[in-house]
Structure formats: C-alpha cells, structure tokens
C-alpha cells in the first residue's frame, strides 16, 4: 500500500515569503506528526494530531508556523514570513494510533535564500 | 533541552562484526524506545522498539538492550552488514504525553 507522502520534495524561496507543506498520511492512521530536522540535529517536534482531537502545537517555534489537517487526513504546514533558520528538511509521519512506531514520507527540504 | 543523546555520531564496523549504537536518557518517565534507520533523502523507517517492563527485545539480525537504573538503550546488529549503512535514531516517549524524543543520530558504516 501507499506509504506517507509528502509535497513538494524540494522548495526554495525567498526570505519573508511563505510556503505551505504537504502530508498525505496512510489511510487509517489517525496519528499525524511533523517534525523538523535542521543540519547536523536530530528530530524536532513540531506538531501532532490525534484523531478529532485538539492538536498539541507545543513544539512549533513561533507564530508563524501553523498546520492543519483537514477531515482527519491530509495534513498542511504553513510557515509564513519565512527565515533563513527556517531551512531544514521537514518531516511529516502516521501511525495508527498514538504512541506506535510511526511511518515516516521522505520529507521536504526547505531552503530559504 | 536535549532528553535523548546519541554521544557518537558516527561508528565503522567491518562486515560481519557486531555493530553497537548507544543512546541515553535523562527523563525517568519515559516508558517506550524506539529505534529508526534513515537512509539518505528519504524518511526514517522503523525497526525495533522496546517498553520499559522488559530489559531485551530481538529480531533477527537486531537486538534492543534496555538499563532503566542507567537510563541507557543499545541497539546491536549481528552480524553487521554493508547494506545496514544508515543513520540510527533513538527515540522515547512518555505515557504522560504524545512526544516522541529523539536523539541526534549515528551514521553507522559497515565496511565490506
């Protein structure tokens, strides 16, 4: 079956621009993660849905990174007014349920000029 | 606030020997370890996973060793083989929450 995929693979915009990530999870999962890994660092949470649930935004890193998931489903990260730091390769991952070994797509990588 | 440290970031093992990767620590509440294997450009995939009531976790070729009294995890592959080149991951989480933690990785190479 179809894995996590995740759009575009690559993106490069200007500073102060904004851009919007996208997550297909696996049908059925109704866990969704994005994380962020920058350079030489490891995994950074960012944000996790769970179902109908209010998603714990506790690891976005400022105001101007939002996400949403629409219908349980496909989810999208936007970050607005991008920056330089904004540069990494991001993450999105599915798990059935909460707390289970996640299935991760190939990421996207952000490079911001 | 690192919770999860991988100390070496990288680790070459000749084909055939048994690759050990590290992984520490520091929250007490953690209760479920995982570890990942990423090859480049693309996501990490899982590969074994261990919960706090048990100390060894095998399958095949990977063994997951937990020390709770240490707040240590290792991952041992035996033997070790070329195709197992990869960056490791550990992560952990809490029953408390929905986080997973992970560490900073190990680029492992297995030379032929």
């Known amino acids: 079956g179809a894995g996590v995929s995740q759009s575009p693979s690559n993106k490069v915009t200007e500073k102060g621009k904004d851009v919007e990530l996208r997550c297909d999870p696996i049908?059925?999962?109704?866990?969704l993660y994005w994380y962020r890994q920058s350079l030489g660092q490891g995994l950074e949470f960012l944000i996790y849905?769970?179902?109908?649930?209010?998603?714990?935004k506790s690891g976005l890193p400022s105001d101007r990174f939002s996400a949403e998931r629409t219908g349980g489903s496909v989810s999208t990260l936007t970050i607005q007014r991008t920056q330089q730091e904004d540069s990494a390769v991001y993450l999105c991952?599915?798990?059935?349920?909460?707390?289970?070994?996640?299935?991760f797509g190939d990421g996207t990588r952000l490079s911001i000029l | 606030d690192q919770q999860v440290k991988q100390n070496s970031p990288s680790l070459s093992v000749q084909e055939g020997r048994i690759s050990i990767l590290n992984c520490d620590y520091t929250?007490?509440?953690?209760?479920?370890f995982l570890w990942y294997k990423k090859y480049p450009a693309e996501g990490p995939t899982f590969l074994i996973s261990i919960s706090s009531i048990k100390d060894k976790n095998e399958d095949g070729r990977f063994t997951v060793f937990l020390n709770k009294s240490a707040k240590h995890l290792s991952l041992h592959i035996v033997p070790s083989q070329p195709g197992d080149s990869a960056v490791y991951f550990c992560?952990?989480?809490?029953?408390?929450?929905?986080?997973?933690?992970f560490g900073t990785g190990t680029s492992l190479t297995v030379i032929p």
């Open positions: 992560a952990a989480s809490a029953n408390t929450g929905n986080q997973f933690y």
């Open positions: 849905f769970q179902g109908n649930s209010a998603p714990d």
């Open positions: 049908s059925g999962h109704t866990a």
């Open positions: 929250n007490s509440m953690f209760d479920y």
């Open positions: 991952a599915s798990s059935p349920r909460a707390r289970q070994p996640q299935h």
